[in-house]
């Protein structure tokens, strides 16, 4: 396996900042816009209002893009480690890896298990959300279909029995944010309204739904579909499936992996046209080699092999998560995928933090938020991460 390229991802003690900096001379893109020589005040942990002059440290950035931090929904690990099986230094971790890639928000990510393993974990994750180093658990299996099971272990899935839900979200202790399941199987209707209820995304993935069937899950409250296109049938022009209904819908936020393998830039941008820009995240699916390197991994009980970055199962060969992160998808939606930098924002921050009902307090650059933000040279490469107030990757502007 290859070694660590982050550095541990143990809790740093906050150092207190006594006068507020002000990060000035960038593009700043903003939610009414981009400023061309913008300004951005930290004081403390949050963005404020602009102090007066001569008050303030000021930080000359110019010749970069300002953006907010990237908010991850869908996440399984990264920096050699893993969500589902790593020990809590090792979760933190991947949380710290993919921090230094700009993702200062990200919910972690479980695949599929046995029902008592997912509720020990939840244990542990819910921990960690507590501790305000996750935003939640995304539960991705076990109640999906074994048609579309992807690197999921066939022998531990199960129909969505809404007592099983039931009994992983109590398990998470408020902490779970999202399930994925395949809603045409039994149970999977009863399940997304027990979902809904109790204020948990339902996502719809890893299913073999029709359209119709799709159309009832959202009538029924589902809010998000995972990954669209990957581990679902292609649209038809006969028989539309889940691609048609996810697309159509208002009420559905579609996920995207923009890696360069999972989906064809053209699937991208006919979902970005279609669902327009409110509408999509842009999500990693990241695995342990995210940030780490080539190599074989686990992803739960299931052996992966990575090479050049293309995470795969030794058993079959189906596509296993990714090793994106979130800077990449940025850079390759501006440079590969012509989306705007307002629309990569969109896709990156802000839709994911208003799915997650977090947008009072991240997702744009706004005085009073947290100042979680990220700097990008012309070339849309990574240069810093500042989370709630603190360097992650610090720029040494001056
Ligand atoms: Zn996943």
Known sequence: MATPSGARGTARPATPHRHPRVLAGARVVLPTGTVPDGRVTVAGTRIAADAPPGAAQVIDVSGHWLVPGFVDLHNHGGGGASFTSGTVDEVLQGIHTHRLHGTTTLVASTVTGDMDFLAQRAGLLSELAEQGEIAGIHF???FISPCR?????EELLRDPDPAEVRKLIDAARGTAKMVTLATELPGGIDSVRLLAEHGV????????????????AIEAGATVATH???AMPALGHRAPGPIAAL??????????IND????????LQLAFRHAGADRVAFITDAMDAAGFGDGRYMLGPLEVEVAAGVARLVEGGSIAGSTLTQDRAFKRAVTVDGLSVEDA???????????????????????GKDADLVLLDADFELRGVMRRGEWVVDPQLG
Do not use: C, M, W
Not at 201 to 216: K, L, N
Not at 260 to 267: D, E, V
């Open 140 to 142: 991705e299996g076990p």
């Open 247 to 256: 697309l159509e819908d208002e009420r559905i936020t579609v996920e995207l």
């Open 149 to 153: 099971k992807g690197a999921h272990s």
């Open 228 to 230: 669209l296109f990957n």
């Open 345 to 367: 924002v969109a896709a990156l921050s802000a839709n994911p933090a208003r799915l997650l009902g977090l947008d009072d307090t991240i997702g744009s650059l706004e005085p």
């Open 260 to 267: 360069g393998t999972h989906l064809h830039p053209a699937s």
């Open 201 to 216: 995304i339902a996502a719809i993935g890893h299913t073999d739904a029709t359209y119709e069937q799709t159309v009832e």
